[in-house]
């Protein structure tokens, strides 16, 4: 399964933007997707997480009430909105499918740099 991330750019702080991780197979609604982001001089961390059905998500406490993970199986695509934006969410922003372990995925998308300006 390859990911495709898209919609970062460049939002003042308080700003939203939706991001979205199209994969290439419909194996992908099979799969556990996550979210993780890495910023400068930092290891990647994790973001949310959300089930095969949608029917249940995760957050890193540090975006819990800000960020909404979500999925359409129908056209494989993941989707990560972010309202609330503050200049330490400024990271690279990937996708990930097929969970193995706690921040262990079989697939990730090439990340997507979502920077917020103070």
């Known amino acids: 399964v390859q990911l495709q991330a898209c919609g970062g750019g460049l939002v003042q702080a308080g700003g939203s933007l939706g991001l979205s991780c199209a994969a290439s197979r419909r194996t992908f609604s099979s799969y556990t997707m996550g979210w993780f982001r890495q910023a400068p001089g930092k290891e990647r961390e994790f973001v949310a997480r959300i089930s095969r059905s949608g029917g249940s998500t995760a957050y890193a406490d540090s975006v819990k009430g800000r960020f909404t993970i979500s999925r359409d199986n129908a056209k494989n695509t993941g989707y990560l909105q972010m309202n609330s934006l503050k200049p330490e969410d400024t990271a690279v922003y990937f996708c990930?499918?097929?969970?193995?372990?706690?921040?262990?995925?079989?697939?990730w998308g090439q990340g997507t740099q979502v920077t917020v300006s103070s």
């Open positions: 990930a499918a097929q969970q193995l372990g706690p921040n262990d995925y079989g697939y």
